[in-house]
C-alpha cells in the first residue's frame, strides 16, 4: 500500500483541532471553537480571527466544507454557517494523527514524557 503525503503537513494547531473537532459531524463556528477548547482542556482558545481565518484557508484548500443542510430555523440562527470534513479533509487528518502518534511512540522511547511526571531534569540547556 502506498503512503500518502501531502504538501499541507504539519497542520497548525488550530487547523489540525478544528478538523478534529469537525470529525464527529457538522458545526458552526461557536461549537467548533468550544469543541476545541474542551478538547485541549483550555489549552488551546481560538479567538474568532484564528477560527474564521482558518476556516477560510481549510475551505480554500478543501479540507472543509460548507454543509447545504441547516438545521430548523426556529431552532438555530440562520446567520450560522455550518462546516464538515470533506474527504480530502478526513484523510489529512489521519496522517496529521498517525504523524503525532509516531511521534509520541519515539517521546516514549526515549523517556520525554516521564521527565514531565516526575519532575526529572536533564544536563541539557535551560529553555530560559
Known sequence: MAKITF?????TPAVFHILLALADGEKHGYSIMKDVEKQTEGKLKMGPGTLYGSIKRMLTAGFIEEANERPDPALDDERRRYYRLSDLGLKVLSVESQRLEQA????????VLACLQTG????????D
Not at 526529572?120 to 529553555?127: E, F, I, P, T, V
Open 7 to 11: 504538501h499541507h503537513q504539519p497542520l
Open 104 to 111: 509520541v511512540k519515539v517521546a516514549r522511547q526515549k523517556q
Open 120 to 127: 526529572a531534569q536533564h544536563d541539557h540547556q535551560s529553555l
